[in-house]
């Protein structure tokens, strides 16, 4: 560890005032917290983006859809096959309750499908807030993080500096070696600060834009399926 003039870190922070240890060990533990975060949420989407392009490509490649329903299972690895899977259930839903309910009554064909669009539509809409609210969980803890980090080292630099002021009026010297520990321990809150706010900031913007544009992929292939499924169901 380095020494910053003839004092290091660490005695930088055991020499510090009991109010400052605190802003220090919470702004440490914010960022270490901030840094799993990151680190969990960078996997999570990597893992979710390559899932779903996976998906995309077995779904555009022509296969049927019952079949591709029956291969992904009811646990799906990525957000665009969850959006899938809580259509074709639904629709699976609808086509076993119609097949129960079949006591020669002619069917309202253009209501039915009107209705069963809109449960469908319904599904997905909900599905896709579900799956991106899963992948925005925590991001809240960054942004507050990136926010009040700085605040926080401010705080413990104003306390510094006070008890820089408070030993030149106990030992009336305004000598270098009075207020310098003062200063010192003043600015290490300060740059402890920026550590845990700078890179949640980063990080919490970069996220936000990727969860955005995995959001609205799903909005489109929301759009796509509702109207594959039309189509479809205009053929039977």
């Known amino acids: 560890m380095e020494n910053v003039g ?10 510090a005032h009991i109010v400052v240890k605190m802003v220090m060990i919470g702004l440490l533990a914010a960022s270490v917290w901030s840094w799993k975060i990151i680190g969990d949420k960078f996997f999570q989407i990597c893992k979710s983006q390559a899932a779903s392009k996976t998906f995309e490509k077995a779904f555009w490649s ?12 009811h646990r799906p690895d990525n957000p665009m096959a969850a959006v899938f899977i809580s259509a074709m259930r639904e629709w699976k839903r609808s086509q076993d309750g119609a097949a129960g309910k ?3 009554t002619p069917a309202k064909t253009e209501s039915n499908f009107i ?3 809109m449960r469908i539509e319904k599904v997905m809409d909900v599905s896709i807030q579900r799956e991106v609210g899963a992948l925005e969980r925590h991001l809240m803890f960054l942004a507050t993080t990136g926010s009040a980090a700085p605040f926080v080292g401010l705080f413990g630099t104003v306390w510094g500096i006070m ?4 030993a030149i009026a106990a030992s009336k010297s305004t000598s270098l070696a009075v207020v310098a520990p003062g200063i010192a321990e003043a600015l290490f809150a300060t ?31 929301a759009d796509e399926f509702s109207a594959i499924f039309s189509r479809q169901f205009e053929n039977k």
């Open 191 to 221: 740059a402890i600060g920026l550590v845990a706010a700078i890179p949640a900031v980063i990080f919490y913007n970069k996220f936000s834009g990727e969860i955005g544009r995995i959001g609205q992929d799903l909005e489109n292939f």
């Open 102 to 104: 079949q006591d020669g």
């Open 6 to 15: 003839s004092v290091s870190v660490f005695e930088l922070f055991w020499q």
């Open 115 to 117: 209705s069963l669009q």
């Open 62 to 73: 022509g296969q049927n859809l019952d079949e591709l329903y029956r291969n992904i299972g």
């Open 163 to 166: 008890n820089s002021f408070t």
